[in-house]
């Protein structure tokens, strides 16, 4: 990337949130008590996936941390034996790390969205319903529950039963119904909002379809849009040919993980998806299938790095962004209750490699940061800020929707 003229202060606050992103961080509870969390500040709803090493039932954390300069929202994975803190001091928030002092001054919290606060018209609040993932991005799980699990075939690396053993009564975490999601999408989308993923674990008997079909009808009758600029995540099916049904719903985007890119290590770590779905090579068949009917880079598959060999990892991303996919990496994070847990991921060297290289890639085959950003349901990854810092597009051109730009002086 030597030929690229960015900044780069902001290149070395994307460096830094990785190796947050990596180490976790800890902190006193306690700091958040007076900042207007739950009100002002976005507070953590587990909807899918707790990020936190530990668990805190009953005890909110924000969502995300705001970086001073670039604006990068930082998840907040809570590790309490992380090198880095995050401190309250002199009526400010800062980040220390155990031997090189303050690395990041004035950070902030993702601001709380306005819907977050409302209730669909059967009484479920709405932020169970879809979680504000930054950037004007709505993440909706329509279950906070995996099939897989019955079967002892869920994905090593996911916490999503867990979460929902976790949370789900104490934060009223159910089942979504296609009335509560269209609902939901109409005011967050009234609140500036633009993209929207519906994501969730395996049904019973794979009935997803339908479910989606409903969901996307909704949307259209409650806000109106026939475009509404949403993703449909779904597991690999077995009869291919339903993917023109989603795409005639009103999906503009598609997305189906392969997690994993070798196929031995995918046959362990994901068992449900390789005995349920034909294998990886179905999977591989049904995202060659998706780009036909989709279009070339309104697909995107996930994979979990840090599970399998760097190159093996970079070989499957390199494999399917030259075939349309939007490949994107995301840090396998070790979070309470999945079946690693107690395991680690690789250092944050490691993942800073990945992200460089799989940015190149991306650069290579000619995928763009819009296209990226339709396509994949987390718009903060570092991924996403490396490119868009190669593009030379800044966070304020992006929807001002939930993204925080306050002083410090409102935090005290
Ligand atoms: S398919 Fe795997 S990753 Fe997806 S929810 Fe089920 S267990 Fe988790």
């Not at 709803?45 to 990020?51: G, K, P, R, S, T």
């Amino acid at each position: 990337m030597s030929d690229n003229n960015f900044d780069k202060e902001l290149y070395e606050e994307i460096k830094l949130k990785n190796k947050i992103l990596v180490e976790g961080i800890r902190f006193d509870p306690n700091i958040f008590k007076n900042i207007g969390l739950g009100t002002k500040y976005t507070e953590q709803v587990n909807i899918l996936f707790a990020v936190d090493k530990e668990a805190h039932v009953g005890i909110d954390f924000p969502s995300s941390i705001i970086t001073p300069k670039g604006k990068y929202r930082i998840e907040l994975r809570w590790n309490r034996h992380s090198p880095y803190s995050l401190e309250y001091e002199g009526n400010a928030f800062h980040i220390r790390h155990i031997f090189d002092g303050i690395v990041l001054e004035n950070v902030s919290f993702a601001r709380r969205a306005a819907y977050y606060n409302k209730r669909t018209s059967d009484g479920a609040f709405m932020r169970t319903v879809a979680g504000d993932y930054g950037y004007g991005h709505m993440f909706i799980s329509y279950s906070n529950e995996c099939s897989l699990k019955e079967k002892g075939r869920d994905c090593l690396f996911c916490n999503i039963n867990a979460t929902k053993s976790l949370y789900g009564e104490i934060q009223c975490i159910n089942w979504k119904t296609p009335k509560q999601i269209g609902e939901t999408v109409k005011e967050g989308y009234k609140d500036g909002f633009n993209k929207l993923t519906i994501s969730g674990g395996f049904i019973p008997e794979r009935r997803e379809v339908d479910y989606y079909i409903d969901a996307a009808e909704a949307i259209i009758d409650a806000t109106g849009l026939e475009d509404f600029n949403g993703t449909a995540c779904i597991g690999a099916p077995t009869d291919l040919d339903v993917f023109d049904k989603y795409k005639e719903a009103g999906f503009r985007t598609i997305a189906t993980n392969l997690e994993i890119w070798n196929r031995d290590i995918f046959n362990v770590i994901c068992p449900g998806k390789a005995i349920e779905c034909g294998g990886q090579e179905n999977w591989l068949k049904a995202l060659e299938t998706e780009v036909d009917v989709f279009g070339k880079f309104n697909v995107r598959s996930t994979f979990v790095a840090g599970l399998e060999p760097k190159e093996s990892l970079l070989e499957g991303i390199e494999y399917l962004v030259s075939r349309g996919v939007v490949a994107n990496p995301s840090q396998w994070n070790i979070n309470v209750g999945s079946s690693l847990e107690g395991h680690r991921t690789p250092e944050a060297d490691w993942h800073w490699e990945v992200f460089e290289r799989t940015v190149n890639i991306y650069r290579k085959y000619g995928l763009t940061w819009q296209q990226m950003n339709d396509a994949t349901a987390e718009p903060d990854t570092v991924a996403h800020d490396l490119l868009r810092l190669y593009e030379g597009v800044s966070t304020d051109s992006l929807p001002k929707a939930r993204l925080l730009v306050e002083d410090e002086a409102e935090i005290a």
